[in-house]
């Protein structure tokens, strides 16, 4: 039977509508989500500049008159993700949030891109099998950790070196392989109110944090241990940031589960806000190979 003409779904460009329209229909498409993850119009703009999200390529799902779904591409160089899908909930299991996704993955391929990469919330069955059923496929599992501010923060264990953002950024860099997209060096390059530090243990361990600090949260973080024990030198960079920022709340997402550091975020009273599986389809490019 032919599906009549104003019941066929139509992909429009997400930028034929506006930021308000936009956060209208994601919140509608998120109202039982596993996580409540409420947006406002200022805080997608800012997702938008931090991770590339593209609105030409971005996707909303109309019947009719009717919106149906929506679904966000960040474009960088070799590497698209698929992010903020949702479909009306009265509206599921009827194609549109795989036409949404087929969509974005043809958006990807006309920028020469064939890398397309995404996180899932662990359990999230439905958009699991969606994407599995598109070609991707399990690379690992990722954290996402919250610590509160009412914890009193640790004694410093180390000379710590602040680090302005320019400072921060050089010791980031550019080539760090194929980490998450909210963990990649080009979300903290776009993003505001970077810095970092620098902590020297007396063993001769050093290493480093750099972080974003929001109003009431800090989060962003990229580090690393140059010398030493990862446990070592994230506990001294971890008590000098929350010796700093005690009122501030800390969450940071996208972390591997085989993070050598993770010891002392456990010590430091960060706890696990939920797991995200992460996804890929096709295999990543030589140029995003860790240099
Ligand atoms: C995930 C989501 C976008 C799927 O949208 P949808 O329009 O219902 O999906 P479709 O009708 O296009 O289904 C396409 C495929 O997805 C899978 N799928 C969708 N819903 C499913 C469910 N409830 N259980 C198992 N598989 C499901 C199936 O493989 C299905 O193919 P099939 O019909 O041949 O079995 C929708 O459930 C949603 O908006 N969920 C809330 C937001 C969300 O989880 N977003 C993803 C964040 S990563």
Redesign the pocket.
């Known amino acids: 039977m032919n599906t009549p003409l104003d019941l066929k779904i139509k992909l429009l460009p997400a930028s034929d509508f506006t930021l308000a329209e936009l956060t209208a229909i994601y919140n509608q498409?998120?109202v039982?989500?596993l996580v409540p993850m409420p947006m406002n119009a200022a805080r997608l703009a800012d997702y938008i500049s931090t991770y590339d999200v593209s609105l030409k390529r971005s996707l909303v799902a109309m019947q009719g008159d009717q919106l149906r779904?929506v679904a966000m591409l960040g474009a960088r160089p070799d590497r698209a993700w698929v992010t903020r899908?949702?479909?009306i909930p009265t509206?599921?299991?009827?194609?549109?949030?795989?036409?949404l996704t087929v969509g974005l993955l043809e958006q990807a391929e006309k920028l020469k891109i064939n890398f397309d990469m995404?996180?899932?919330?662990k359990n999230?069955?439905?958009?699991h099998?969606?994407f599995r059923?598109l070609g991707f496929y399990e690379v690992g599992e990722l954290l996402v950790l919250r610590r509160s501010p009412i914890l009193p923060p640790d004694p410093v264990v180390a000379e710590a070196e602040r680090l302005d953002r320019a400072e921060a950024l050089i010791l980031v860099g550019r080539n760090r392989g194929t980490q998450p997209w909210t963990n990649q060096s080009e979300s903290l390059f776009n993003a505001q109110e970077v810095s970092g530090l620098h902590v020297t243990l007396v063993d001769g361990s050093r290493g480093w944090l750099v972080y974003q600090r929001q109003k009431f949260t800090l989060t962003r973080f990229i580090y690393k241990t140059e010398v030493g024990d990862p446990v070592k030198v994230a506990y001294a960079f971890l008590s000098h940031l929350h010796q700093q920022y005690p009122r501030l709340d800390t969450q940071i997402e996208n972390i591997q589960l085989n993070d050598p550091h993770l010891p002392a975020f456990y010590k430091m009273g960060y706890v696990e806000s939920f797991r995200r599986i992460e996804m890929w389809r096709g295999a990543p490019p030589e140029s995003l190979q860790a240099g």
């Not at 999230?124 to 958009?127: D, K």
């Open positions: 498409t998120r039982d989500y779904g899908l949702g479909v509206t599921r299991r009827t194609g549109v949030g795989e036409a995404l996180e899932v919330i999230n069955t439905p958009a099998t969606l059923k």
